[in-house]
């Protein structure tokens, strides 16, 4: 074999070589390009997932807030309401307690009504001997009824009629002055106490209207504002 034979042979193996290095180049070019788009795809993808999550978290604190703000905005509403119906209530308690007042300017009915009221005390305590207070405006009402009270007592208890003592010492407030409401104040009545202290009957007219506005304190509320729905 000449030069130029092995001269064709060279360049024939180094065509060769450099096509196989091409094809592979070329292949290595598109395996890397489609890794490459893979893995751009799945960051794409990673990138999209996180943002539809922040996207969804972001979305769940405006639902919650909006949340809160209705139940605080619900809440206010209702508070303001049972405070205008504890308004009128308190309203027609006042008005209740300004017509008792009246109960003690009729001297023949309110000395009924006194003597009622002790009776009532006198079977609630059951003692032999008992202290009694009074407003010091009422005292005189009061001593023209004792002996009648402590009899009707004795007959309905079956019991002797009962020692009962007048302070006359400490005396019940006196009834409201329309230019000072706010002052300690008793719009009429009694209290009774056992001698030694320890059982007290608290039968003022003020006394009694507190317990019948609680007793029927559901039932006013129903009449006036109908059936509550929580």
Do not use: W
Request: glycine letters at 2%; one cysteine or more.
């Amino acid at each position: 074999m000449n030069d130029a034979d092995v001269s064709r042979q060279i360049q024939q193996m180094v065509r060769f070589i450099r096509q196989e290095a091409e094809e592979k180049a070329n292949e290595i070019s598109v395996s890397a390009e489609e890794e490459f788009n893979i893995e751009k795809l799945q960051l794409v993808e990673a990138e999209k997932k996180k943002i539809r999550q922040e996207y969804e978290r972001k979305e769940r604190q405006v639902e919650i807030r909006k949340k809160i703000e209705y139940s605080m905005q619900l809440n206010a509403s209702r508070i303001k309401v049972l405070q205008a119906q504890d308004d009128v209530i308190s309203s027609m308690k006042e008005a209740a307690s300004k017509e008792l007042l009246s109960a003690s300017h009729h001297d023949h009915v309110y000395k009924n009504l006194l003597k009622d009221l002790i009776v009532q005390c006198l079977l609630r305590l059951k003692e032999t001997s008992v202290l009694l207070r009074c407003r010091k405006e009422d005292l005189h009402l009061v001593e023209h009824v004792l002996d009648s009270a402590a009899q009707e007592y004795g007959d309905k208890a079956n019991v002797e009629p009962p020692e009962i003592i007048v302070d006359n010492q400490v005396y019940l407030p006196p009834g409201p002055i329309h230019h000072n409401d706010h002052d300690i104040y008793c719009s009429g009545g009694v209290v009774l106490a056992s001698r030694d202290g320890k059982i007290v009957c608290e039968n003022t007219l003020d006394a009694r209207l507190d317990v019948v506005f609680r007793k029927k304190l559901p039932e006013i509320r129903k009449q006036l504002f109908g059936q509550v729905v929580a």
